[in-house]
């Protein structure tokens, strides 16, 4: 199933999933409005929602009901801290190890991670997963214009929980609605309080709510996080600010650019192609929305036997290869490329979900540069693509 949301809402994308008791995967997509693509979504002017621009998100079912919900931004794990912070164990995930396990979702597998070591309980994880598919629906079902996907597939595992549709779409639904009565005070969840007029705050609020209010206002705190850090839902949150926002008492800075960008990287000066090649939208997708900021043209091809002939046509400057595909494996893949003159020479590096001393041997023998364990970051990613790219 898939099309415009022109043609069908979000919410009707859901009820379609939910009545068909589907397992699998939606991927939603946005791109920039100055796009060619003519699909391009988002207007922002839109008094709904203000989204940054090439954005998409993602949402696993089971049987019908959803397992865990993400946008693109959630791969440098920020919105998992912040969750976390209201646990006060905000800093537990700087000392547990890179998650083991085969996942396109790193958020996901790093939660499991934190369960598997009793950093959290089985009650704040399902209470945080209930958290991020609320916040992800909300924008989701901001959409009036977009591009879809849902795909089949195997459910996403381990499995904490699920929700059912049928009751949380009209309650996000509702909340969706009443966030229009901001506008255009408040446009967005990203956007970062700060005190205009401390004086007349302090004057207004009794101290403990003022001193509240004067920390967590520092125009770095986005309102999304500030729902997250409190345990509380982001239109309580703005209800909460928005009488002194519209004395002009606080300010609202925007905050549309995606997190952990300022990594220490030198892009290159001239664009260079890199063409991802991996059954799963959404890991072409994660690979597109990290490298497009630094410079880098990418190509996703979901169809190994298809990906096949578009190399030689697109002839990249680098290769991401999964290993474990359908009729045609990452191996073979690699082989049949390393046969040809054109791509002796072209970097190809293997993404895998496994960790097996074995793999990486058979991946060397195939002619493979290296290889990338999932689920990796957008430092992980740079670095070693970085590495290639200079010995070319």
Known sequence: MQGTLNEIDIRSILQLIELGQRTGELLVETTSPSSSNSHSLITHSSPTLSLPDQLFWFVFFINGKIAYAADSRSSNLGRLRDYLRHYKIDNALAEV?????????????????????????????????????????????????????????????????????????????????????????????????????????????????????????????????????????????????????????????????????????????????IVCIDDDRTIGKSVEYMLTPHNYQVTALTDPLQALREVFLLKPDLILCDIAMPQLDGYELCAMLRSSNTFRQIPILMLTGKEGFIDRVRAKLVGSNDYLTKPFDETELLMLIEKYLTLK
């Open 97 to 273: 190890a890179s998650p083991s396990m085969s996942m396109t979702t790193p958020e996901y597998a790093h939660l499991w991670l934190l369960l598997e070591n009793q950093v959290l309980t089985p009650a704040q994880g399902r209470n945080i997963i209930q958290g991020m598919v609320t916040e992800t629906l909300f924008d989701l079902l901001s959409l009036h214009q977009g591009v879809f996907n849902f795909e089949i597939g195997s459910a996403i595992a381990p499995q904490l929980t699920t929700l059912e549709i049928a009751s949380l779409s009209p309650r996000i639904m509702k909340q969706v609605q009443q966030w229009k009565q901001f506008h255009p005070h408040i446009q967005s969840p990203d956007q970062c309080p700060i005190l205009s007029n401390p004086q007349a705050l302090q004057t207004s609020l009794p101290p403990k709510a003022y001193k509240s209010l004067k920390h967590w206002s520092d125009g770095k705190t986005s309102l999304r996080q500030l729902s997250r850090y409190l345990n509380r839902d982001l239109l309580s949150i703005a209800r909460a600010i928005y009488p002194y926002i519209q004395r002009g008492w606080i300010q609202l800075l925007d905050s549309n650019l995606p997190p952990n960008r300022a990594i220490s990287w030198n892009p290159p000066q001239t664009q260079t192609h």
